[in-house]
């Protein structure tokens, strides 16, 4: 009787695997479907948002300072991190500005200021007879930006931590950056983009949180993405055989 009831189950069973089996193949199939057809029905916006890359900007480092390699590096790499946050991918170029009859040219010097490209010049101490009242730097609308190494060296002295010089060097760099992306006229209540720094400011810079607010961050990004494309059409524009440096 056991016996029996056992080989009735496993006919049951046999019949029920047969059965679930193409209605497993069908819930799949189905399955697999719906996906593609939610796929397709979302925006392309939303597709292309997730898709395309942070905007790009390149920035052309000429330092006219005793900084070292090393110092610039560590600024840059500061620099990179608050503009990253604002949503903004950061290529340096770094150009030397000492030649000798011996040296070949400078590569960098050649280069044309293109729509998307910045030009950032690091100072020792503003030019003489300059009419900028700023204490680290300046910029001029579109492509150029100023810092003043001695001024940020001189802090970073006052306070006896000189592993601060490269952070704030590279808060500077980012804010005068930030000038020429947002307008001259982008000074703020708050964040870096602040006109004067006092000591909170400096520590919120030490620690990392001196940085662009969200409106900035916004306006940052579409300043970028309108300057790629105004590039994007320039190379188009190029007679042909013109090969970009």
């Known amino acids: ?11 049951l069973g046999e019949d029920f695997t047969c059965w679930r089996l193409p209605s497993l193949r069908l819930s799949l199939g189905i399955l ?27 920035v052309r480092v000429d330092n006219y300072t005793q900084a070292s390699h090393d110092i610039l590096a560590k600024a840059e790499w500061e620099a990179s991190r608050i503009l990253g946050k604002a949503g903004l991918k950061v290529i340096w170029s770094n150009c030397s500005t000492r ?4 040296a070949p040219p400078d590569p ?28 680290f730097g300046f910029s001029v609308q579109p492509v150029l930006a100023s810092v003043y190494y001695n001024y940020v060296f001189r ?17 500077v760099v980012a804010h005068e950056i930030g000038h020429l992306l947002l307008g001259s006229k982008s000074h703020s209540a708050t964040g870096i983009m602040q006109p004067q720094w006092g000591p ?21 990004q579409s300043e970028a993405q309108k300057r790629m ?3 994007m059409v320039s190379l188009k524009e190029m007679p042909i055989g013109v090969v970009e440096q």
């Open 32 to 58: 697999v479907s719906l996906v593609g057809t939610l796929v397709l029905a979302l925006p392309v916006s939303v597709l292309a948002r997730v898709e395309s890359p942070s905007p790009t900007i390149r």
């Open 200 to 220: 909170e400011s400096i520590r919120q810079a030490m620690v990392g949180s001196l940085v662009f607010t969200r409106e900035q961050a916004k306006l940052i």
């Open 155 to 171: 802090l970073a002295k006052n306070d006896n931590a000189e592993f601060e010089l490269p952070i704030i060097l590279g808060t």
């Open 108 to 135: 960098c010097k050649e280069e044309v200021p293109e729509a998307a490209n910045i030009d950032l010049r690091v100072l020792g101490t503003p030019p003489p007879n300059t009419f900028h009242d700023t204490v």
């Open 1 to 11: 009787m056991k016996r029996s009831i056992s080989k009735h189950h496993s006919a």
């Open 99 to 102: 030649h000798s009859l011996e």
């Open 229 to 231: 494309r105004l590039h």
